[in-house]
């Protein structure tokens, strides 16, 4: 039932309605989305912590949120703690719950933040030789008479512009689709 109640209604409500509001804490509002990405690099350490219960700080924030809901996907025993415990509570309470770890949200965003600079670190491999006259893409382009043609986009038909944006680059792969997207 967990899984039909909870689980798959958030997963399809993430999928069909990421950008609606899901949390307002304190003067900030986040969505589904925001917290979908919250959630994702938690579930990550805790299959790599192999832990079948942990404590949270719950505090006003959303990776708080978030760590409770990693929690409930990879099936972990949460038990949320208040902020506001001295160390020698917390180590009690650790103590007589067998809690191999207490997560911190100072800790989760951490999380976070590598799984963005692990993104990048993938990005920036530093082992890039793409000479000018690479093919990067084939563009094909429906005529009215129903014929098709192609156009062969080289690294060399990429210029740099300034300020640096993405439109130029997503714009010479969808000749065909000008209005896409036009957040780039």
């Known amino acids: 039932m967990f899984y039909q109640n909870i689980i ?4 399809r409500q993430t999928e069909q309605h990421s950008d609606t509001t899901v949390a ?15 959630i994702a690099p938690i579930m990550n350490e ?22 409770l809901m990693a929690c409930l996907f990879n099936s972990v025993v949460v038990v949320p703690l208040p902020e506001n415990l001295s ?8 103590k007589r719950l067998e809690l191999p770890q207490i997560l911190t949200v100072e800790r989760m ?3 976070f933040r590598m799984t ?7 990005i920036d491999n530093g082992l890039y030789h793409i ?5 990067i893409s084939i563009i094909p382009s ?30 010479s792969f969808t000749p065909e689709f000008p209005d896409i997207c036009s957040i780039f």
Do not use: W
């Open 8 to 11: 798959e209604p958030y997963i």
């Open 24 to 38: 307002r804490i304190g003067r900030q509002v986040y969505s589904y989305a925001q917290l979908a990405q919250r």
């Open 46 to 67: 805790l299959d790599a912590l192999s832990i079948s219960r942990v404590g949270i700080v719950i505090k006003e924030d959303l990776t708080a949120y978030a760590a």
């Open 87 to 94: 160390e020698t509570q917390m180590e009690m309470i650790s």
């Open 109 to 111: 965003h951490y999380y």
């Open 116 to 122: 963005f600079e692990d993104a990048l670190c993938r």
């Open 131 to 135: 000479e000018d006259e690479q093919l």
């Open 142 to 171: 429906l005529k009215e008479e129903g014929d098709i043609t192609f156009r062969n986009l080289y690294a060399k038909d990429f210029k740099a512009k300034k300020p640096f944006t993405l439109s130029t680059v997503f714009q």
